[in-house]
């Protein structure tokens, strides 16, 4: 039984996608203080908004487009919470059950289904050709044929890092979640950083949705997020909030996703392949928040 090949690979590149969109909307929020655990939500209104927006515009970059908006609009409900003195903690599980309830009523309301959607006429994101990839062997057929958002999400790790890092935006970002009050002392407004780092994190997950619906599979599903926003703040987590860090830790629950699907192939148990990702998530946590023996 061959485990490792090139259409694993290629798996574990999709289903790395949404999980690195969501984990760096969270890494921007941590950066400036907000400790945003509401990407699960966010991620699963942009799924929805997708695929509604797709089929009404019979056309899937508008049904992007609307993912960003959908995802965008629980964000700004967030931001301005925030921004009155709200919870951060209380009003990212506030919107994740908003976002799956909504998303539940408007499946029913707008395609008169209950569960999933599906429609062999639902456009989807066409794969893209990248010029030069066809002439590196397996590594090009491994790499190539995936959606924008897939290479978009790649370029947005190493913008991200200069952003953050080499840009006076990222000097006052980071001096927002550190020190919040020397930054204010300074002239930032540290609300502003903060509710554009929240707004951020909408769009980012808008896309993250828009991959899932629209690129990884066409359809939607009640809570077809499963957990992936919760996995993404884990990724934030481990990665040090750094986007190198968070794009390994990414890399790793993509790799264990994409064996379990494989493994389900060969007959394992769903309910076991399924739990892979979240049980690898609390080991890595266990063993990298461990208290050193007194």
Same mark, same amino acid.
């Given at each position: 039984m061959t485990i490792v090949d090139a259409v694993l690979v290629y798996s574990t590149i999709d289903a790395i996608t949404?999980?690195?969109?969501?984990?760096?909307?969270?890494?921007?929020?941590?950066?400036?203080?907000?400790?945003?655990?509401?990407?699960?939500?966010?991620?699963?209104?942009?799924? *929805?908004?997708?695929?509604?927006?797709?089929?009404?515009?019979n056309n899937a970059e508008l049904g992007v487009a609307s993912a960003v908006? *959908?995802?965008?609009?629980?964000?700004i409900v967030l931001a301005v919470a925030t921004l009155f003195g709200g919870n951060v903690i209380v009003l990212g599980i506030a919107v994740n059950v908003l976002a799956s309830g909504m998303t539940v009523f408007l499946l029913r309301l707008l395609f008169g289904r209950q569960g999933v959607f599906s429609d062999p006429a639902l456009p989807g994101l066409a794969p893209i050709s990248v010029p030069g990839f066809d002439r590196i062997g397996n590594l090009g057929a491994v790499i190539g044929g995936h959606t924008w958002i897939v290479y978009l999400s790649w370029l947005l790790v190493p913008?991200?890092?200069?952003?953050? *890092?080499?840009?006076p935006v990222g000097l006052r970002l980071r001096g927002v979640g550190e020190q919040p009050d020397a930054a204010a002392t300074l002239g930032v407004n540290v609300r502003r950083y903060r509710c554009l780092a929240?707004?951020?994190?909408?769009?980012?997950?808008?896309?993250?949705?828009?991959q899932l619906s629209l690129g990884s599979?066409?359809? *939607?599903?009640?809570?077809?997020?499963?957990?992936r926003g919760w996995i993404a703040v884990v990724a934030v987590m481990l990665g040090r909030a750094r986007p190198?860090?968070?794009?390994?830790?990414?890399?790793?629950?993509?790799?264990?996703?994409?064996i379990g699907l494989r493994l389900q192939g060969q007959g394992l148990p769903n309910q076991l392949t399924d739990a892979?990702?979240?049980?690898?998530?609390?080991i890595a946590l266990f063993l990298t928040f461990r208290k050193a023996p007194a």
């Open positions: 949404p999980i690195l969109l969501a984990a760096l909307a969270g890494m921007l929020c941590q950066r400036a203080g907000v400790f945003n655990i509401a990407l699960e939500g966010l991620m699963l209104a942009g799924a *929805f908004g997708a695929v509604a927006g797709s089929w009404y515009a908006a *959908f995802s965008a609009s629980l964000a913008t991200s890092a200069v952003l953050l *890092f080499q840009t929240i707004l951020a994190s909408g769009v980012l997950c808008g896309l993250a949705g828009a599979v066409t359809l *939607f599903s009640e809570n077809m997020s499963a957990g190198a860090g968070v794009l390994l830790s990414c890399i790793a629950f993509g790799i264990a996703d994409a892979a990702p979240y049980v690898i998530t609390l």
